[in-house]
């Protein structure tokens, strides 16, 4: 909602949407607290980094997807794009080691 607001795409959110952000972040915070006393907490740092990634993604895809449809590409359209991207990234990160 917050990266809505800043790529300016006048989308209006209610009471849900704004309980859904905060079960998300209250369940990603959550995540950290659980891992104190066990092995590997260099990994909860990465674990968390990788969250927040997903978080950022997941709240920039919908509203970039909304604008590329508004210029009149076809939803079969989009999934094709986004698909092929995504299969791209996957063919170089897969060998990475």
């Known amino acids: 909602m917050i990266v809505s607001s800043i790529l300016r795409?006048?989308?209006?959110y209610n009471a849900s949407d704004y309980?859904?952000?905060?079960?998300?972040?209250a369940g990603a915070a959550g995540y950290s607290f659980g891992t104190e006393g066990t092995e590997g907490s260099n990994n909860s740092a990465f674990g968390?980094?990788?969250?927040?990634?997903?978080?950022?993604?997941?709240?920039?895809v919908p509203n970039i997807q909304k604008r590329i449809?508004?210029?009149?590409?076809?939803?079969?359209?989009?999934m094709v794009n986004t698909n092929a991207v995504g299969f791209s990234v996957l063919l170089f990160a897969m060998p990475v080691p």
Request: charged content about 10%.
């Open 69 to 78: 449809m508004s210029k009149g590409l076809s939803a079969a359209g989009l």
């Open 19 to 25: 309980f859904a952000a905060l079960l998300l972040s």
């Open 48 to 60: 968390i980094a990788m969250l927040v990634v997903s978080i950022l993604c997941d709240a920039l």
């Open 9 to 12: 795409t006048e989308s209006k």
